[in-house]
């Protein structure tokens, strides 16, 4: 299976912004002919959907994120991003990248990147 890495979590305070990064670790996977998405879990909480980018770049969002995450993939950079704005203390916890087929993740869980929205 294809090892996907996530980075650009951090401390951030509210009202802030990150752009988190999954990159794969096999050029032989494109995460353009892939429908990706972005999970989230916080403390104490269950793992929750967050974005989805599929075919036709076609993009979908969570209620609690819409307006201010923006899912995108490069293709040359073999990557796939997640931009996040006016982000909340709600927004807190480990975000992790998959891919996904019939809007469900495939495959085990990675290390994810965590975000902290705090002042």
């Known amino acids: 299976q294809v090892q996907l890495v996530e980075s650009g979590g951090g401390l951030v305070q509210p009202g802030g912004s990150l752009r988190l990064s999954c990159v794969a670790s096999?050029?032989?996977?494109?995460?353009?002919?892939?429908?990706m998405g972005w999970y989230r879990q916080a403390p104490g909480k269950q793992r929750e959907w967050v974005a989805a980018?599929?075919?036709?770049?076609?993009?979908n969002y969570a209620d609690s994120v819409k307006g201010r995450f923006t899912i995108s993939r490069d293709k040359a950079k073999n990557t796939v991003y997640l931009q996040m704005n006016s982000l909340k203390p709600e927004d807190t916890a480990v975000y992790y990248c998959?891919?996904?087929?019939?809007?469900?993740?495939?495959?085990?869980w990675g290390q994810g990147t965590q975000v902290t929205v705090s002042s």
């Open positions: 998959k891919t996904m087929h019939y809007d469900r993740p495939v495959g085990s």
């Open positions: 096999e050029t032989i996977f494109n995460v353009s002919f892939n429908d």
């Open positions: 980018i599929k075919s036709g770049d076609r993009k």
